[in-house]
């Protein structure tokens, strides 16, 4: 087999080997998605049956932000155009603070679900890489994805202390690369990327369907004031527990309302961490706690 040129080349020829999950772990803007696009790239050209799980819920590149996305890449022209997904798990946060047990689980789950037809799948995942949520986020990730290999970017030391520790609890294989030629994005672009992709999803006419006290996930407590979900992000999920895009919850006129594109197929409705503006599509976060018992 001929080696690889250009950016990361001897990397991409020792993962060209791997069979499984390969999970890429790594700061913000250190080009975790770029390397995946090389990497599932070499994989196609190799003959291989390939899949992308897109696990960054803040500025994804598969599907719409709050979900975790799977691709399968069937030829070079999915990787210019990945945004829509073959399968969509519900989060509800654009952070993995307060949804950790969620996030694994989609993660996970979407996995198993690639697993059933790519022999190569590639795992990206949030930029949120030290702390305690940030290393039992991909604890946890690696504990149940069980990648082959994990691939660690960094620029200076800051994944050593999570590197070790999968190394250490895991067994973890783990390959450790600098970023090359990336360009930081700062907060204020990376926002407005995620707001043109809630734009995407959520904005222009979208259809109204009126919906009852008892199609809520997690339920809805006796006598609860459905005003309180006005503008509240929802998950639209089918009869089989997957996700088929996002809503916007409204109140008016003394009924509650779901505003989505996927109301067709719509079976129940997972609730958010998220109130989001349908003008500006900007969000805030909302503890589900203090929403459902106002604590």
């Not at 603070?97 to 795992?123: K, N, S, Y």
Request: glycine content about 12%; charged content about 20%.
């Amino acid at each position: 087999m001929a080696s690889r040129s250009g950016p990361y080349a001897s990397l991409r020829d020792r993962v060209i080997g791997e069979h499984g999950v390969v999970m890429l772990i790594g700061p913000p803007d250190t080009g975790k998605t770029t390397l995946a696009r090389l990497l599932l790239a070499d994989a196609l050209n190799a003959g291989r049956d390939v899949a992308f799980v897109d696990a960054d819920v803040g500025t994804p590149t598969v599907g719409p932000p709050a979900c975790v996305g799977l691709k399968f890449i069937r030829s070079h022209s999915d990787l210019d155009r990945m945004d829509p997904a073959d399968e969509l798990r519900f989060v509800g946060s654009v952070q993995p603070q307060g949804v950790v047990l969620p996030h694994v689980v989609a993660a996970t789950d979407l996995v198993e679900v690639a697993r059933r037809e790519a022999g190569f799948i590639i795992l990206d995942t949030t930029g949120l890489v030290s702390g305690v949520v940030g290393q039992t986020l991909k604890y946890h990730l690696m504990e149940l994805c069980n990648p082959a290999l994990v691939i660690a970017m960094q620029r200076g030391g800051e994944m050593e202390p999570t590197i070790g520790m999968l190394r250490r609890f895991l067994s973890a294989r783990v390959a450790k690369v600098s970023p090359d030629g990336v360009t930081p994005l700062g907060p204020l672009e990376r926002a407005n990327i995620r707001t043109k992709a809630f734009e995407a999803e959520l904005g222009g006419a979208l259809d109204r369907w009126k919906v009852g006290h008892d199609v809520f996930a997690p339920t809805l407590p006796e006598a609860f004031d459905e005003s309180r979900l006005h503008g509240m992000l929802v998950g639209v999920q089918d009869k089989k527990g997957r996700c088929l895009g996002l809503g916007v919850m409204q109140w008016a006129d003394g009924a509650i309302y779901v505003a989505t594109r996927h109301g067709d197929q719509m079976n129940g409705l997972r609730l958010g961490s998220l109130r989001i503006d349908l003008e500006t599509f900007s969000t805030a976060s909302v503890r589900l706690r203090e929403l459902m018992f106002g604590i």
